[in-house]
């Protein structure tokens, strides 16, 4: 893979002079195609006698890509539209592509693929006099955490916090509870206003709805001054339909296509084709430009079915091989790119969201961590009231036949995978109990009622192995029901109810789960430690019990969960003698517990238990 010469390609500005490239391959002047840019002042845009100015590209080859469109344009020496105008006023313009073709006419609304910012719906944008960002003096010696002591928090910047404003603000809360990575779904351009963002039409720059490229770096340089690192969301297997690589050779009516096209699984949306060199340099680059311009600490991986050909193919492993290959050769570089390196690890974070395969996507690229759906289901089997799973949950808990490192070419990575109740793909876990009928099914709510049911599975998931994932206020209740399909689920608005905070479920939610968290911090067992699943029905599953144990050096804990409405008595045989710490409420402590002899332990209904041992005998 290859990086593609930005320095040529989209729109740079440098006072006052703004220069406009553009690969259309295949589109070649001799054709008799003509390339027209439209530019109009963001304040202009929606004044009725206000038009844009138009100006007519160049064509030219490549050596590289081929067909390639340019100009240059002094913004300040072109004469105003009208009067009104604030043409040639500092601020942002937007801008948009039009194609005259000899056979298919005027194609108009073309976004630029490689713009940095955007106006609404379907224009893309740059600012004059743009002025770089200066990053804190705290980006130059921050450091990506290691992957076994992630603690990650799953958002959405307009459900959040409102924009990305109102989500700095929120930074210091998330530090304090204990969060030290955010994942951000799409920030890439979409046409919509409410929207997912899983078909974006422009990747090099944050979407307007969000805010502006110095509103995103502020946003993490605050969050790594917070000690919290920030992946971001990756979709490079599908696009939408206004994405001008497939709008453009759509409406030329071309039988093939130098972007798009069938390749791996075609989930929906606009499949885009990496056995094109042009697509595989293409995400390679935005990859390699979030990670130098937005100095994001890694990606999490999109629908990989989508560009998944296998580990040796040329879809996604040979871009996440790549991506990795290059932070790699940053090692001298300093700067910024000294986040990645700690002694001989790299913490790029490349997580892959491949519930197909999660194993093995770990064992066979550069991935080192994945989402996998299969402690969810099992979590959601029991919870509607499935015992039969229990045993299925304890092995899933253990990430049960996943890697938990992997050498590749020299290179030695640690691997593990995601763990959680709740994501943006589903409905708050609680719904599972029970659910509150409203005026439409798109608005019904779990029953927060239930609340407690939710506590052994919280438990079981911040002290299994693997990287929790709260999804945005997980940890104070949120009860959204989420359709399972249907365009309910990505354009409707569901704002955090940060009010739910200060309600007695919110504090009680809340209370376990810093716990949890600051366990996890505190005690390495639960981070890199070995687990042990006490497989066994008739002592527990039985009784809607599950155990198991968590030990690292001389640290060993037992984590009891209890799933039934009762509080259950159960034998356990301790392997090491000496007094045990109740790790949740502090007053259930164990004294004198003999070794590898039967030992009664009680656990409350619809909670648990973690013992550690503190003094052995």
């Not at 304090?176 to 039409?201: H, K, Y």
């Not at 590749?408 to 109990?433: M, P, W």
């Not at 929790?468 to 109810?497: C, D, K, S, T």
Request: charged residues 25%.
């Amino acid at each position: 893979m290859k990086l593609l010469p930005l320095d040529k390609l989209g729109a740079r500005e440098a006072n006052g002079i703004v220069d406009f490239g553009l690969f259309l391959p295949w589109v070649s002047q001799k054709d008799g195609n003509r390339l027209i840019i439209k530019i109009i002042h963001e304040k202009d845009q929606f004044i009725q006698d206000i038009q844009p100015l138009e100006f007519e590209l160049k064509h030219s080859i490549d050596s590289e890509y081929g067909d390639y469109w340019s100009t240059q344009i002094d913004i300040k020496t072109q004469s105003k539209p009208s009067a009104k105008s604030a043409w040639g006023e500092p601020g942002r313009y937007v801008y948009r592509y039009c194609l005259q073709n000899p056979n298919q006419g005027e194609i108009d609304w073309i976004i630029d693929p490689f713009a940095r910012e955007f106006g609404v719906g379907k224009l893309s944008a740059f600012t004059l006099g743009y002025q770089q960002y200066e990053w804190s003096q705290k980006e130059k010696t921050w450091k990506t955490p290691n992957l076994k002591d992630i603690v990650l928090y799953e958002l959405m910047i307009d459900e959040f916090g409102g924009n990305i404003d109102g989500t700095i603000e929120k930074l210091g809360y998330l530090a304090d509870l204990g969060v030290n990575c955010l994942e951000i779904m799409p920030l890439s351009n979409v046409a919509l206003t409410v929207d997912w963002g899983f078909l974006p039409i422009g990747y090099f720059g944050v979407d307007e709805r969000f805010g502006k490229r110095k509103d995103l770096q502020s946003l993490i340089d605050a969050a790594h001054q917070n000690n919290i690192a920030v992946i971001v969301d990756a979709v490079y297997g599908h696009t939408g339909d206004s994405f001008p690589y497939s709008y453009v050779y759509r409406k030329l009516g071309y039988r093939e296509n130098p972007f798009m096209g069938t390749f791996a699984k075609d989930y929906f949306g606009e499949s885009t084709d990496y056995n094109r060199k042009f697509t595989q340099d293409f995400f390679y680059t935005v990859n390699y430009h979030w990670l130098d311009v937005y100095h994001v600490d890694g990606f999490r991986y999109d629908c990989v079915p989508n560009y998944w050909d296998g580990s040796t193919g040329v879809g996604y492993a040979n871009l996440v091989f790549n991506t990795y290959k290059t932070v790699k050769e940053k090692r001298q570089a300093g700067e910024y790119w000294q986040r990645f390196f700690n002694n001989d690890t790299i913490n790029l974070i490349q997580c892959a969201e491949q519930l197909e395969g999660p194993k093995e996507i770990l064992e066979q690229t550069y991935t080192n961590s994945t989402w996998q759906n299969e402690t969810f289901g099992a979590a959601e089997s029991v919870a509607q009231g499935n015992k039969g799973d229990l045993a299925n949950l304890g092995f899933k808990l253990g990430l049960d036949g996943y890697p938990s490192e992997i050498t590749n070419n020299g290179d030695k990575i640690a691997k593990t995978a995601l763990q959680y109740l709740e994501n943006h793909d589903h409905s708050r876990f609680v719904c599972n109990f029970g659910t509150i009928a409203r005026d439409n099914d798109l608005l019904k709510e779990g029953n927060r009622d239930l609340w407690y049911k939710v506590q052994p599975y919280l438990i079981g998931i911040f002290t299994g192995k693997g990287i929790p994932l709260l999804w945005q206020g997980q940890e104070f209740g949120e009860n959204y029901f989420l359709p399972e399909q249907g365009f309910g689920r990505v354009m409707l608005l569901r704002p955090v109810r940060w009010d739910y905070f200060y309600d007695p479920i919110g504090k009680s939610v809340l209370s376990l789960v810093r716990k949890l968290i600051k366990l996890r911090s505190q005690q390495p067992q639960f981070t890199e430690g070995d687990h042990f699943f006490y497989n066994d029905y008739d002592r527990y599953h039985s009784k809607n019990v599950l155990l198991f144990s968590r030990k690292h050096g001389n640290k060993f804990s037992l984590v009891a969960l209890n799933f039934s409405d009762r509080d259950q008595n159960v034998p356990f045989w301790f392997p090491i003698a000496g007094n045990y710490q109740e790790e949740l409420n502090g007053e259930n402590n164990l004294i004198g517990v003999p070794s590898y002899s039967e030992y009664w332990v009680t656990i409350p209904s619809n909670y648990g238990r973690i013992w550690t041992v503190t003094t052995n005998t």
